[in-house]
């Protein structure tokens, strides 16, 4: 059985960082794609950073690019999230998946992903 617990959440001031992190048990990195995905209150949940099975990073928000940095620790079974330059709209809740189809990893960096951890909460101040 797969499991994902995510780790690193917090709360900062505006030009701090995190680091977020994802552990995975059971999991033997099939699918397309591993990523990170936020939700803000009120708003849908959207992609962040994808990486695929093969290590390759495929994807970041624009919103984040330049940001945040997505690194997959394999021999660790671990997924990382490297959030830099934090800012208020960065306020979510994190999800790391897993299994995530060719078509969300790689076109509508959708959210059909078969395994998700519970969330970590990040908020950011002003």
């Known amino acids: 059985q797969v499991q994902l617990v995510e780790s690193g959440g917090g709360s900062v001031q505006a030009g701090e960082s995190l680091r977020l992190s994802c552990a995975a048990s059971g999991y033997t990195y099939t699918g397309s794609c591993v990523g990170w995905f936020r939700q803000a209150p009120g708003k849908e949940r959207e992609a962040v950073a994808f990486i695929s099975s093969g290590g390759a990073t495929i994807y970041y928000a624009d919103s984040v690019k330049g940001r945040f940095t997505i690194i997959q620790h394999r021999a660790e079974n671990t997924l990382s999230l490297r959030m830099d330059g934090l800012k208020p709209e960065d306020t979510a809740m994190y999800y790391c998946?897993?299994?995530?189809?060719?078509?969300?990893?790689?076109?509508?960096?959708?959210?059909?992903?078969?395994?998700w951890g519970q969330g970590t909460q990040v908020t950011v101040s002003s």
């Open positions: 998946a897993a299994e995530g189809t060719f078509d969300s990893c790689y076109v509508s960096r959708g959210t059909d992903f078969r395994y």
